[in-house]
């Protein structure tokens, strides 16, 4: 198969343009947290430096793994997570839950009594 005069243009156009669409779905995938690692969001996961040398970014995902009859996750903004209320936020209950981060201050309760308040079920963390 011989190529004709600008078909070589062509194909390396093609190839540069695949080349930054594959460049951008790999920038558009975040890393994967497990919140809490092996001990899973639990009592004093705001106490328990989990966040200590992760920097977070807009698109990451976070796992909040969990027994489901006893705790639930909340994305609350930052009164929700100051005074442990989720108002109108609706908790995920699944026990395997994902959260995609976003730009700012992201704030996570847990809404069952006490857990936040008392066990340190609250997790603030900031994506760039």
């Given amino acids: 198969m011989t190529l004709r005069h600008g078909d070589s243009a062509r194909v390396l156009v093609v190839a540069i343009l695949l080349f930054s ?10 890393a994967t947290y497990i919140v809490g690692d092996g001990q ?6 705001q106490s328990s430096g989990w966040t200590a040398g992760k ?4 698109g990451d995902i976070l796992v909040f793994n969990y027994w489901p009859p006893f705790h639930n996750v909340v994305a ?3 009164r929700g ?6 108002g109108r936020s609706k908790p ?4 395997n839950d994902t959260i995609t981060v976003k730009k700012g201050i992201n704030y996570f309760i847990c809404s069952i009594p006490l857990h936040c308040s008392l066990g340190g079920m609250r997790l603030a963390i900031t994506a760039d």
């Fill in 76 to 78: 609350v903004d930052a």
């Fill in 21 to 30: 669409v594959l460049q951008c779905a790999l920038i558009v995938e975040g």
């Fill in 81 to 86: 997570y100051n005074s442990c209320r989720a």
């Fill in 40 to 45: 899973g969001w639990s009592f004093q996961i």
């Fill in 92 to 95: 995920l209950i699944s026990g």
């Fill in 55 to 58: 920097i977070f970014q807009v």
